[in-house]
Structures are given as C-alpha cells and as structure tokens.
C-alpha cells in the first residue's frame, strides 16, 4: 500500500479542523510546507492555490490568480516578443487557459477519446475523438491560434511552478519526519 502524495497531505490538510502543532508528523506540518513553498514567489503561490481551487471546486481566491498571471505573462510577452499579451490578456489568455486546467475533460466525447456512434449511447472505440487527445480537450481548442504562444508558455509553466513546488513541500516533510 503506497502512502499519500504531498499534493494529497496538502489537501487534506487544508479542509483539516486539527490544526495543533504536536510531536508526530500532522497536518499542521503540511501546512506550514506549503506557506514555505508557495512563500517563494508569487507564481508558486497562485499554483498552489490554483491546485486548491481544482481539488475543492470553490473559486476562492481567483481573482488573486488572474492578477498574478497576468502579471507573469506580460513580463514574458516583453522577454519573448509576444505582441498579442496586452491589455485583453486576462480575457482572451488567462481566462481560458485557468478553464482548461481547471476541467481538461473533452465536451465532445465526454472525456472517454471516443466519439458516440450516433443514435446510440454506444462508443465507437474504433475511432479516436478528433476533437481532443485521449479524452482531454486541446489548449487550441480554446484559445485563439494568436494567443496560443503565451497560452502554451504559461500553461506549462504553472505545471511546471506545482510539480517544484510539490517537490519542495515533500522534501522539508521529510526532514520532519526524520
């Protein structure tokens, strides 16, 4: 029996009603792992929350995380030469690409990578989706072709900032644990 990930701690701990600090490995522990790790910088942060947000479903916090990814796209769009992150960034960049990460299942085929053989609630498991990839929907498909480089950049980078951030959290756990 494998034990929890960190990702799974940190959520459970966050709906945790014993918060006391005590001897032994506790939620608190993990708590205070992730305000160290999502401390490091204000992308790690809006991951974290944003990893929240997708596990509960509350959208607490949202407009926290559009700030600052708006913010990290227009430093990008001014490194990298992107001239279409202006002032509609939020709307037509970040808006979309936090609804994809938030529900990446496919409308067409309801997340399954097949379509429906008409008339029938049957899938037709002969056929791949052409719509998605193995039951998950494309960024393309939901973000204008002009807007897909900073979509792109930024969606990888937020999976990129938890996967660190994760990381960071497991390795001071472990610390404490010894």
């Known amino acids: 029996m494998r034990g929890r990930s960190t990702e799974e701690k940190y959520m459970s701990a966050t709906d945790s009603s014993?918060?006391?600090?005590?001897?032994?490995?506790?939620?608190?522990?993990?708590?205070?792992?992730?305000?160290?790790?999502?401390?490091?910088?204000?992308?790690?942060?809006?991951?974290?929350r944003l990893r929240r947000i997708e596990q509960s479903g509350s959208l607490a916090g949202m407009g926290f995380i559009v700030e600052i990814l708006t913010m990290w796209v227009k430093s990008e769009a001014a490194v990298r030469g992107w001239k279409t992150a202006g002032k509609d960034c939020p709307e037509k960049i970040i808006k979309p690409v936090l609804g994809w990460w938030l529900d990446r299942t496919?409308?067409?085929?309801?997340?399954?990578?097949?379509?429906?053989?008409?008339?029938?609630?049957?899938?037709?498991?002969?056929?791949?989706?052409e719509y998605c990839d193995e039951g998950s929907a494309r960024l393309s498909d939901v973000v204008h072709r002009k807007y897909l480089p900073p979509a792109e950049a930024l969606a990888s980078k937020l999976e990129e900032t938890a996967w660190h951030m994760f990381g960071d959290?497991?390795?001071?756990?472990?610390y404490n644990d010894n």
């Open 106 to 129: 496919c409308k067409h085929c309801g997340g399954h990578g097949h379509p429906v053989i008409e008339g029938t609630p049957v899938l037709n498991t002969l056929v791949d989706c």
């Open 169 to 174: 959290m497991n390795r001071m756990l472990r």
């Open 18 to 48: 014993h918060l006391t600090v005590s001897e032994k490995p506790c939620d608190v522990d993990v708590l205070i792992a992730a305000g160290w790790a999502g401390s490091m910088s204000p992308l790690r942060d809006a991951a974290m």
